[in-house]
């Protein structure tokens, strides 16, 4: 039960990197793969906060999200005005050289060794509450004026900025909110395993969370749930092969590059209006008009 | 007041220079038309305008106010709306959101607001939906609000893109090459419906083209311009009758005779 629980509670950790990952790459059009280094930023952050100077749990998740949101914002500034593949390229320099950092952080971070001793905090309702509260709140600015003109940036960076966006500062919000995910990603990680190591948030981690949201479709915040949930129990359910876990990912990708380039979902949505619609048609017509509801605001 | 005035704005790409010492003043109301052949420099006058570019030299004001050298999206703010040769709308989002990006830009509700779906943030978006449904109504797509705009047949598409603009309140509105793939029908139904938003909307327009019908049809006053420099300007029958505008249009007679020769 405990190892069921655990595995529930890694897939909620991951969930929340997810959700900001889509965001950003499914949302915003921006890739990265250096957001494990804002999830450990907020690892440390709530780690040294909680547990050395002996601060609440709360405490630590705002201000790891505070503080990977912040990191965001000096890291952004530079960047976010590079297109497409150079703003993933500096985004992945970002992520390594953190990982370095840390690893020589000496007593503050524990180094290689590791930071031991931090309190036991996330418990499973603690973590659902925490990932359902965040999906909430991320469906809300999506289908708000941000919501939009971050979608609109993904379409046509050149017409967004005709049509009055400030798309430099909106990117840079967009990769903010979605670092600040990541960071409480790491607060609740690092208070479930009560263990740090840097070498947990190497570019293997970034690469996990830009490819479960390419496979869950990008520009769909169920389908990287869904994905999320999918990639995060299958490699523990073949758990005899754990090693071959980056080989499934990648498999997982190019299959889905190959057979369905649009993603699990493509940019359809799941929504409470489209589940209430689906049961409410009687079956016959439901598979004449093809079933579903798109997201709509 | 002129709403928008270039007074010898030029731009160089290294050694080519793409527009040269080119002055037009344009007055509140008016419809001017700016034509050329290809490579004349007429949208590099647009993305200087709009400030996709900046000038190499001289200054560019819009209703008195120097705007050259501003970030597009500021430009954008003060005023000056645009559409492009080939289309650039968001394809993946319906009629009614394309509109509601800049019926939004008044909107101040934070981020906060939005994330907590505060009174504030709804009582903005209903505003926001509610003015979009109505721009899309005046210009014919109200009851296409709700279609993707990739999916929206080609016409419709120029349409909204217009309509787009349009949302900005904008107090110039510069269009790129509106008529571009249509059939001469199609074109003139375009005419109209360039006269039509301009009494309704009280917008001062300037636009390239290359369908004569439509320039000749509708503009008060056209400019040509040829290799970056303006070489006629003028009401449609003037400008129909300049030989520099044959020429440019045309060619020579006797240097045709010369090339091919050489050849």
Known sequence: MAYIQGVMIIICVNLMGVLGVSLLTGFTGMFSFGHAAYMALGAYTSAILVGRLG????????????????????????????????FAIAALGFGEATRLILDNGGSLTGGARGFVGVPKHTTLPIAILIVVLGAILMRNIINSRFGRSFVAIREDKLAAEAMGINTARLRMLSLAISAAYAGVAG??????????????????????????????GLGSMTGSIIACIILTSIPEIFRPFYLWRMVFYGLALVTTIVLRPQGLLGSFEITFEGIRRFFATPFRRRVSAGGGARWQS | MAVLELSGVTKRFGGLTAVSDFNIAIQEGELVGLIGPNGAGKTTVFNLITGMYAPTSGTIEFLGERVDGKKPFEIARRGIARTFQNLRLFKSLTALQNVAIARQLESRYSFFDAAFRTRAFRAEEKRVIKDSLELLELVGLGDKAYEK??????????????????????????????????????SLSLMDFIEDIQEKFGVTIFLIEHHMEVVMGICDRIVVLNFGCTIAEGTPLEVQENEEVIKAYLGEVQNDNESNAQG
């Open chain 1, 187 to 216: 607060s609740m990680f690092a208070h479930y395993l009560t263990f740090l190591q840097p070498v947990m948030f190497d570019i293997n981690k970034s690469t996990e969370f830009a490819a479960t949201v390419v496979f869950g």
């Open chain 2, 149 to 186: 705009a990739k999916n929206l047949p080609y016409g419709y598409q120029r349409k909204l893109e217009i309509a787009r603009a349009l949302s900005l309140n904008p107090k110039l509105l510069l269009l790129d090459e509106p008529a571009a793939g249509m059939n001469p029908e199609e």
């Open chain 1, 55 to 86: 601060m609440p749990f709360v405490v630590g998740l705002l201000a790891a999200a505070a503080f990977a949101a912040l990191a965001s914002v000096i890291i952004g500034y530079p960047t976010v005005r590079l297109v497409g593949d150079y």
